[in-house]
């Protein structure tokens, strides 16, 4: 059974940090581009990040540019995501996801494109 286990999510002040993981099992995390994608009350499924299978060249969207840092250890299976300065409308359910070898160009809105997802970890910026 291929899957992806986010963990790591929590309740933080404005400013603060939160480290999140991406744990794979049942695949060669190796293989695969990963994303993280997130989803706040009400609102579409956006995606902030992602990084291609060799772990060169990692995107971020505008929105969390300068701030998130995406990370891997294939040896590991895991995938990283180290949140730095969250501001409150950073609050979302945050996903994980596997496509391909590459992010390509289009890695933040084809959802569809997505071999396998995670079941999300809560991250709540508040004061």
């Known amino acids: 059974q291929s899957q992806l286990v986010e963990s790591g999510g929590g309740l933080v002040q404005p400013g603060g940090s939160l480290r999140l993981s991406c744990a794979a099992s049942?695949?060669?995390?190796?293989?695969?581009?990963i994303a993280w994608f997130r989803q706040a009350p009400g609102k579409d499924r956006e995606g902030i990040s992602c990084?291609?299978?060799?772990?060169?060249?990692?995107y971020y969207t505008e929105a969390v540019k300068g701030r998130f840092t995406i990370s891997r250890d294939n040896a590991k299976k895991s995938v990283y995501l180290q949140m730095n300065s969250l501001k409150p409308e950073d609050t979302a359910t945050y996903f994980c996801?596997?496509?391909?070898?590459?992010?390509?160009?289009?890695?933040?809105?084809?959802?569809?494109?997505?071999?396998?997802w995670g079941q999300g970890t809560q991250v709540t910026v508040s004061s």
């Open positions: 996801a596997a496509i391909g070898l590459f992010c390509g160009k289009t890695w933040y809105s084809n959802w569809s494109g997505y071999d396998y």
């Open positions: 049942g695949f060669t995390l190796g293989d695969y581009a």
């Open positions: 990084m291609d299978s060799n772990g060169r060249n990692p």
